[in-house]
Every structure is written in structure tokens, then in C-alpha cells.
């Protein structure tokens, strides 16, 4: 007769000490090629609808074309600067160069609502149309009055462009360059529409640079007024003063007639001085400067920036086989599941009850 083990005793099995840890999943390559082959429609439909998806995008997708564009600020010198340095003129008329040669100051042009609404008033050869037509016509944005069109537009015109600047090397002064770079419906568009913004960046810092220098020669004018009447003024006290002391020579006579002959250098030197700042305002002010140097004109583009068709059609292929083998393997596992299980029962339940919620937030479903 066999007495029971101390384990069997307490009611146990002989192995319910087994402290060995509970089996791991493992993954099983044959079994998912296995599980792959049964759900292979389901693995080919769903990579058949992604593809064609996008090849119906892409084809009713408008085409792009863009076109690039590369400047660096001037760094050649205005007549007037290199005037003043031959003349040892201090303070001479005002000079743009501090202003335009930021490439900051660019890219805060271009992307400015004032900036972009200049572009938008101009017009193009449209190839479509067939003729010249106004941007911001052709581009037919919605809008109920004539500034929301414009703002519509000049948000649109500045999505479709980018600029940016290189940085420059770390301890050097060199010019950043600059990159433009425009997209649009046409090719030879694109290009036009990028040179027309360059042709505006000259002419807007063209213009800030006349009225600086209008208002430069205007206060080196008035500067010079006055300095003439203070060196008139005081040439009129020494010849007043000597004609007075004519035969009196005594050191306090003497010691004024310093003080005064001084005074009237001090006001001919400031005279002097402000005479050539105004002929220099002068030249500074019929000064033609060009404020950009242009490295690469933009030209049209022979190929279309967007869509990529083949990169796309490749990428939507490759995305449906994850999708579809995904879902048949996700098939596979839920045609194994207990349907008797409890948990199992208490998860269909509940996704009905989520598709019960989604039908009521429906206000309108078909009854």
C-alpha cells in the first residue's frame, strides 16, 4: 500500500511547487506566413484599394512647379560712403547698407502682408488663359469684400513661398545667402512670380533708401542754415569788438579778441564741414545703388515639384501590404477567439455598446 506524499497530503499535486515561470508567447514566422496565405484577398484588396486611392489623388491632385531663386545682400560701397572716406567727411549722409544687409530683414519683407499684396497687383502670363491676367484674379479667392479677398490671397501667396537664409561660418562676416523659393500651378509662372518679388525687394529698398536720404539732406540743410547764421553772427561780433578796441591793447582787450576770433573758426569749421555733408546728402539722394546681388535667377522648372506620382503610388503600395497584413492577421486571431469565453463575451458586448453610442451621436441616420 502506498502512503500519499506530503504534497498529495495537503491536497496538492506533486508538481504544485513548481516554481518554473509561466510559458513565454512565442512568435512563430510560419504560423504568420501560414495565417498571411489563408487571408491573402484581404492582404491584395486592401493594398489594391490604397494604391488605387491615391492614384486617383494624385491624378486629380493640381500639379506644382517650383522655382528657386538665390541672393546675398550688397556689399559694394554707395559714391557717397567711399566719398566720405576719401574726404575724412565725419558723419555723412545717412547709408541704407546697416539696414538692407541683414538677412533677417528679408525674410520679414517677403513674408509681410504689405509685401505680398504688391505681388498680388501685378500681372502675369497666364498659359492657361492664355493672356496676362492680375495674380490675385487668377488665383479667384473667395471672399465678400475686396480687403478679405487680398488677405485671403497674400495668406495663399505665402504658403506657396519660402525663405530662408545660410548661416553663416561662426568668427566671419561673410553674407548670408538667401533662398527663395516659389510654387504655382505653371512653370514659367513660378519664375516670373520669384523674379517679380526680387524686382520688388530692389525697388522697396530703393524707395526706403531715397526717402532716408531725402530726409537726410533735408536736416543737413537746415543744420547748415543755422550754422551760417551763427559764423555770420560772429564774424559780425569781431568786427564789431575790433572796431571798438581799434587802439586799445590791453590784456583783457586781448584775451576777448581770442575768445571771439575762437569762436567765429569753431562756427566756420562746423560751416565747412556741413557744406560738404549737403553736397554729399546731394549725390546720396540721385544715388541708383543696387541692394541685392543676385546669384541664381530663377528660372522655370522643367519637372513638377508635387504630386510625385511614382514616389507616391511606391509609398501608398507599400503602406496598403503593412495595412492589409495587419488586418489579416488580426482576422485570423479573432476567427480563434472563444466565443464561450467570459471575457471574450464581455468584449463583444461592449463593442456593440460602443456602436450603439456612435448611431445615437448621428442626428441624422437612416431609419
Not at 112 to 132: C, H, N, V
Not at 135 to 151: S, Y
Not at 169 to 193: D, W
Not at 300 to 319: E, M, W
Amino acid at each position: 500500500m502506498n502512503l500519499p506524499g506530503p504534497e498529495q497530503a495537503a491536497g496538492g499535486s506533486p508538481q504544485s511547487g513548481d516554481t518554473s515561470p509561466p510559458d513565454e508567447v512565442v512568435i512563430r514566422p510560419l504560423a504568420i506566413v501560414n495565417a498571411l496565405l489563408r487571408r491573402r484577398w484581404t492582404v491584395i484588396t486592401v493594398a489594391a484599394i490604397t494604391v488605387v486611392s491615391t492614384v486617383i489623388m494624385v491624378l486629380l491632385a493640381a500639379p506644382v512647379y517650383t522655382s528657386v531663386a538665390k541672393f546675398i545682400p550688397s556689399t559694394s560701397r554707395g559714391v557717397t560712403s567711399r566719398m566720405s572716406s576719401l574726404t575724412g567727411t565725419p558723419g555723412a549722409a545717412v547709408d541704407l547698407g546697416d539696414d538692407t544687409s541683414s538677412a533677417d530683414y528679408y525674410v520679414a519683407l517677403v513674408e509681410s502682408p504689405t509685401f505680398l499684396e504688391k505681388i498680388l497687383t501685378r500681372s502675369f502670363q497666364i498659359d492657361a488663359l492664355g493672356r496676362k491676367e492680375q495674380l490675385l484674379t487668377f488665383m479667384d479667392m473667395p471672399g465678400e469684400t475686396e480687403r478679405e479677398r487680398v488677405l485671403r490671397g497674400c495668406k495663399a501667396l505665402d504658403e506657396n513661398l519660402l525663405i530662408t537664409a545660410s548661416k553663416a561660418p561662426p568668427g566671419t562676416n561673410s553674407p548670408r545667402i538667401i533662398t527663395l523659393t516659389v510654387g504655382a500651378a505653371e512653370a514659367r509662372l513660378s519664375a516670373e512670380i520669384t523674379a517679380a518679388i526680387l524686382d520688388e525687394i530692389v525697388e522697396h529698398n530703393q524707395t526706403a533708401r531715397d526717402s532716408k536720404a531725402a530726409e537726410n539732406r533735408k536736416f543737413v540743410q537746415k543744420q547748415l542754415d543755422d550754422a551760417e547764421k551763427a559764423l555770420a553772427k560772429s564774424s559780425e561780433a569781431l568786427a564789431a569788438f575790433m572796431a571798438r578796441n581799434r587802439k586799445i591793447a590791453t590784456p583783457e582787450v586781448q584775451s576777448e579778441k581770442d575768445r571771439l576770433e575762437r569762436q567765429r573758426r569753431m562756427h566756420e569749421e562746423v560751416f565747412i564741414t556741413l557744406t560738404k555733408q549737403l553736397e554729399l546728402a546731394r549725390i546720396e539722394e540721385q544715388e541708383n545703388r543696387v541692394s541685392i546681388e543676385v546669384l541664381q535667377p530663377p528660372e522655370a522648372p522643367l519637372n513638377r515639384s508635387s504630386p510625385r506620382r511614382t514616389q507616391s503610388v511606391l509609398l501608398a503600395g507599400l503602406v496598403g501590404l503593412f495595412l492589409g497584413c495587419g488586418l489579416a492577421l488580426l482576422q485570423d486571431r479573432m476567427s480563434r477567439v472563444n466565443r464561450e469565453d467570459p471575457e471574450t463575451r464581455d468584449l463583444i458586448e461592449n463593442l456593440r455598446s460602443i456602436r450603439g453610442d456612435f448611431r445615437r451621436l448621428i442626428p441624422f441616420r437612416s431609419r
